[in-house]
Every structure is written in structure tokens, then in C-alpha cells.
């Protein structure tokens, strides 16, 4: 016998869930992740993310071993397709399922929202500023880092960072289309100066409430959207007086809404979350 999956995507960003909900442990090691996600050889995905026991207060637990094996903190499309997963499960177990729920993650407590037409919204938390929270060397432990020049591939590019829980570099460019992010984006993700590697933004400002977003991920590399990238980067737009607190964010798989308030400082990010297929493998 082997081990019910279901694949969900969020914009083109796609993952194998696994129902972990009876065990406290993964079902799969991060070295089957990286067989399962293998687009020849397996079932092909950015990810594998594990619906697992509740924490706390919570209702439940996520955890999710990127293309690589590697475990990241969070992940934003991940976790819009979690909830998906989870009132999908829930409604041929009970007939019903949650409106919202509260989801333990290694970032802390993630909130998502079912809305009446299908989409889903999360409480995505506070952004963390400070250098030792991406983590990077490029600024003393306690500052923030924006706007400092970084050397990549013989060039000076000027980024922001911020962590969602997992580390964003973002850089503002006037077109997106010419950026080559197969060449530039290992080299950004294992700067130096990056002590846990880094998720790489490049954002065009189409108009203040605008953006165009193109991303290499951390243990995944070109993919179509990224969810807690969406978020850093609007931070990084208001950070750097580029754009609104509110703005869509264009992906080569489509748009994401992302809200940052001013008032208690939450993310709030509104996407899609599909269901592709289901399989056992
Ligand atoms: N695609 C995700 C982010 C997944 C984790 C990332 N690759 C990392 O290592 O931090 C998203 O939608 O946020």
C-alpha cells in the first residue's frame, strides 16, 4: 500500500499534500521529497507540505520540505492550498468544514480565511526587519536593511530584506522581463552574505498599487509565484516609498492581493488555491 497524496497549486506554485494529521512526524523523509517533487522521475511539485497534528492553540500543524529537501519556515501559497486541503478533508469526514483556521507553523501562527468565491485569505503575521532576523551580514544584527548595495555576478544591486519567517532579498528594477534569474538567482541565494541561503524578488513598480514580481526560491529555484515573497516585497515597496500599503502583485502565474496594515502591522495575502489531482504513491 502506499501513501494518499493530493496536489494543490497556488498560482503555479505546487505541492503534495499529505494528510499527517494521526502522527506527529512527517510521513516522508526529505530525501523521498526530493524524488516526489522530481518533474521526470516523480510526481512533480515545488514542495511537499504535511497537515499535522495541532500545537498549542491551534487547530494544526504545517510543515513543508521544499524541491530540495531543505525545511523552510513558511510558505504562503503552501499554505492557502493547506487550508484547501484541510476543509476538502474535512468535508467528506463531517460534511462541513472551518471557515478559518489557526495553523502552528516554525513562523509562528499563520491564520487562513476561506472567502466565498474559493479563494483564501491568511493573517500572515508581522514582517521581521532586523538584519539578525533575515538573517544577514549586510548591516549591523539590530538595523534594518534597506536599500544597500550588494555585489552578485560582477554588479551592484540595491536590496531590501525582510523575513515572513523565511528570508526575502528584494531588488527594484525597471523591467522584470530582462532580469536572467536562471544565472542571478543561485548566485543571489548562496551570497555569503546570507548566512540560510535566500528567496530572491525582483520587482518591477508598475504603479504604486502594481507591481510586477518575478522569484528564485531558496531550495526550489524559478518558480511561478511565492506567496511569502509577495508579502516581502510589499513590505519592501513601502519601505522603500515605491508603493501603497494595499497593491496587487503580478506573478507569472497570476496575482495575489497583499494588504499591510498600518495599525497592528499584520500581512494579509488573498490568492487561489487549486486542487491539481490526487494519486498514492
Ligand atoms: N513558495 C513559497 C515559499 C516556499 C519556501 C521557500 N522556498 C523558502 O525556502 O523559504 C511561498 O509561497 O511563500
Redesign the pocket.
Known amino acids: 500500500m502506499g501513501i494518499a497524496f493530493r496536489k494543490y497549486h497556488g498560482l503555479g506554485?505546487d505541492f503534495i499534500l499529505l494528510d499527517n494529521r494521526h502522527q506527529p512526524e512527517p510521513l516522508i523523509t526529505p530525501e523521498d521529497a526530493i524524488q516526489w517533487c522530481d518533474r521526470h522521475f516523480g510526481i512533480g511539485a515545488?514542495?511537499v507540505i504535511f497537515a499535522l497534528p495541532a500545537q498549542g492553540e491551534t487547530d494544526y500543524t504545517m510543515r513543508?520540505f521544499?524541491s530540495d529537501g531543505?525545511e523552510?519556515e513558511?510558505?504562503?501559497?503552501?499554505i492557502r492550498c493547506m487550508a484547501k486541503f484541510l476543509a476538502d478533508l474535512e468535508t467528506v469526514e463531517t460534511g462541513s468544514a472551518r471557515p478559518h483556521y489557526r495553523i502552528h507553523t516554525l513562523a509562528g501562527l499563520m491564520v487562513p480565511r476561506m472567502e466565498p468565491n474559493g479563494e483564501v485569505t491568511v493573517d500572515m503575521g508581522i514582517p521581521w526587519l532586523l538584519a539578525e532576523e533575515i538573517p544577514t551580514t549586510l548591516a549591523a544584527s539590530d538595523s534594518k536593511v534597506i536599500d544597500v548595495p550588494l555585489e552578485v555576478a560582477e554588479k551592484s544591486w540595491q536590496v531590501t530584506c525582510v523575513s515572513m519567517g523565511?528570508p526575502h532579498c528584494i531588488t527594484f528594477v525597471n523591467d522584470v522581463a530582462a532580469i536572467p534569474l536562471e544565472t542571478l538567482g543561485p548566485q543571489f541565494e548562496h551570497h555569503p552574505a546570507f548566512p540560510k541561503r535566500i528567496?530572491t524578488e525582483f520587482i518591477q513598480v508598475v504603479r504604486p498599487d502594481y507591481l510586477k514580481m518575478r522569484v528564485w526560491?531558496?531550495?526550489?529555484g524559478i518558480?511561478l509565484?511565492?506567496?511569502?515573497?509577495a508579502c516581502a516585497a510589499l513590505v519592501a515597496g513601502v519601505l522603500n516609498g515605491k508603493c501603497d500599503r494595499s497593491a496587487t502583485l503580478e506573478l507569472p502565474g497570476g496575482n495575489l492581493h497583499i494588504t499591510w496594515n498600518e495599525a497592528d502591522q499584520h500581512l494579509f495575502m488573498t490568492g487561489p488555491a487549486e486542487l491539481a489531482f490526487t494519486g498514492e504513491a
Open positions: 506554485n515545488d514542495g513543508i521544499n531543505s523552510p513558511m510558505c504562503g501559497n503552501g523565511n528567496n526560491e531558496r531550495g526550489a518558480t509565484a511565492c506567496g511569502t515573497g
